[in-house]
């Protein structure tokens, strides 16, 4: 445990304490109670979370592992968002929160209770931070910094990329949908190309490509996060363009398939490593930010910012207070 400790420690120091020290109590709050363990009973454990987002996370592991090595868990957690904000990690102790809160309803062990009160120690810690430190102000966080990508070095890196064999082109194309116009989330994974618009199922999200027209159009079928199905034409004729090649280059039916296989979708896990072969900071999330960071500055009117965060699948206020920020 004292080696687990010392790891939790360590991302303390390294990200966390530079924004605790800005603001009023939450630093030694949060230190004191890194060498609190706790021991919950070694049991046969079942439980199924009410909270849908706990429930998908918990889904991942092993229930009893989980359980008995929640630390161990918890800085897996916090090493795989460290270059998320603040709010995307709150969120994830909240998962953990919610998860021992119910195992001790269910059990009754004095330890799973103390488990439990330990992630709500942390989540007021989280909740001191994001209300005292500089995200309000949108400035990037120790977190970010290291990953992140002004917009115009993100589009050198994407003019960079050759186009010259399909491994290349699955990279170049899946940097230029989330780069070339208003980036969504996760809704590219299994999006399929579209030739007739009658063969739409009103299932499967699609992007509709129509080379004679000069006609491209984001079809999302699919509700995402509580909004719902949407369409709209592409405007960037360089997106256009490599849409019409890829289609005629590389026929499939996944337009960002998998490179071993392109009769395949790309998997979550995958899209994350295609990424990371063009540039280890890149990410969706930071290119969102990215995207808004630089445009937020040269939007004309409220319309502007409104149609791409419709396109985006998100709000103005969602974009002002998590995505944009003032680097």
Not at 130 to 153: A, M, R, T
Not at 238 to 258: A, G
Request: proline share 3%; charged share 25%; with cysteine.
């Amino acid at each position: 445990m004292e080696h687990i400790n010392n790891q939790l420690k360590n991302i303390y120091k390294t990200y966390f304490k530079p924004m605790m020290d800005k603001t009023n109590n939450a630093e030694n709050y949060f230190e004191t109670i890194l060498n609190e363990n706790y021991t919950p009973p070694n049991i046969n454990y079942e439980y199924e979370s009410s909270n849908k987002q706990a429930n998908n996370y918990l889904k991942k592991f092993d229930l009893n592992d989980f359980i008995l090595n929640y630390k161990k868990y918890f800085i897996n957690m916090l090493n795989d968002k460290l270059d998320k904000s603040i709010i995307t990690i709150y969120n994830y102790i909240t998962y953990f929160t919610i998860i021992f809160r119910d195992l001790f309803t269910k059990y009754k062990d004095i330890n799973l209770k103390k488990i439990h009160e330990w992630f709500k120690k942390l989540l007021y810690s989280f909740q001191v931070l994001i209300i005292n430190y500089n995200e309000n102000n949108n400035i990037l966080s120790p977190l970010e910094k290291d990953k992140f990508i002004p917009y115009p070095e993100v589009l050198k890196i994407l003019n960079n990329l050759n186009n010259n064999n399909y491994k290349n082109h699955i990279l170049k194309l899946l940097l230029s949908l989330y780069t070339l116009t208003p980036p969504v989330r996760n809704e590219l994974k299994e999006v399929k190309f579209l030739t007739n618009l009658n063969d739409n199922n009103l299932n499967d999200d699609y992007i509709y490509i129509n080379k004679t027209n000069n006609k491209v159009m984001f079809i999302f079928n699919k509700e995402k996060k509580n909004h719902e199905a949407i369409k709209y034409e592409i405007d960037n004729q360089q997106l256009k363009d490599l849409l019409f090649y890829s289609y005629d280059t590389y026929p499939r039916e996944f337009v960002i398939s998998s490179i071993k296989n392109k009769d395949k979708p790309v998997t979550e896990y995958q899209k994350y490593n295609y990424f990371k072969m063009i540039d280890p900071r890149l990410g969706v999330n930071m290119l969102r930010s990215s995207y808004y960071s630089y445009n937020c500055s040269i939007y004309k009117n409220q319309n502007e910012i409104k149609n791409d965060a419709f396109k985006s699948r998100t709000s103005t206020n969602t974009i002002r207070s998590n995505y944009y920020k003032n680097n």
